[in-house]
């Protein structure tokens, strides 16, 4: 069946996210040691990022919800140290822009902007990304985000999710990203067809089942496959796109 629209995972297919994070850890350090010193003793970044962890791991609730886990976080190192009201907007506009200070791959927006031009796009995200700061919205017809949908990949029903915006079967819709488990499992379970970007020529790994129908090196390689692709009606898949 032919491929009508994509979806896309962004950290770590995009962008490398670890550099990211990385940052956005550091500048919620800054901040804390300039305007609340005896909590950024209290919680080094080590610290913070351990407390972290325990709240993920006592909150199976919020899985699919990274915000909020960090937001919490924040809360407790403050109660921690004796204040009840911790101010969660500042330190989470200050994470959130760092988080979003994205490098992107060199082969990513080339790419982008050849995909967009003949399907459908839609994101596919468990993180934190927001298109609109990095500024690759424009691109995009929809943003699927598991904080916003109650489920995270690998769960089918995100994946179901992205085709019910589309108005497309599964089938209809290449699922592409970078994780085997998370994107390439999942988005197969939920029938979906399946494009690993494999940037470091990994192999698949066993008790994974079969494995992508595309073993890409980077996103140039998709935007090369898709335009050997015979195009279906893209009117007919934009139309359903934009409901």
């Not at 990949?153 to 819709?173: H, M, N, S, T, V």
């Not at 089942?209 to 996103?219: K, Q, S, V």
Request: glycine fraction near 4%; aromatic fraction near 6%.
């Amino acid at each position: 069946m032919q491929i009508l629209a994509l979806t896309l995972d962004l950290d770590d297919t995009l962008w490398p996210v670890l550099p990211a994070l990385e940052r956005a850890d550091q500048a919620v350090d800054a901040w804390l040691r300039q305007h609340h010193p005896e909590v950024a003793r209290a919680w080094p970044i080590p610290a913070m990022r351990e407390l972290r962890a325990r709240v993920a791991a006592e909150r199976l609730d919020l899985a699919h919800d990274f915000t909020t886990q960090r937001q919490l976080t924040l809360q407790r190192a403050f109660a921690a140290c004796g204040m009840a009201a911790a101010p969660i907007e500042a330190l989470w506009e200050i994470y959130f822009a760092a988080r979003n200070t994205v490098e992107l791959y060199p082969d990513s927006l080339p790419a982008l902007q050849r995909i967009a031009a003949r399907l459908p796009l839609v994101s596919l995200t468990n993180g934190n990304a927001d298109l609109q700061r990095i500024g690759i919205h424009a691109h995009f017809v929809h943003h699927v985000c598991a904080r916003d949908s109650g489920m995270a990949k690998p769960d089918p029903r995100i994946f179901l999710a992205a085709a019910e915006r589309l108005g497309l079967a599964p089938q209809q819709i290449l699922h592409v990203g970078d994780d085997p488990a998370m994107d390439m499992a999942g988005a197969r379970d939920a029938g979906l067809r399946t494009a690993w970007i494999n940037r470091q020529a990994q192999r698949w790994p066993s008790g994974l089942g079969p494995p992508p129908e595309l073993d890409l090196r980077d996103m140039t390689a998709l935007a090369n496959w898709l335009e050997t692709q015979p195009v279906g009606d893209p009117a007919a898949a934009g139309q359903n796109a934009h409901h």
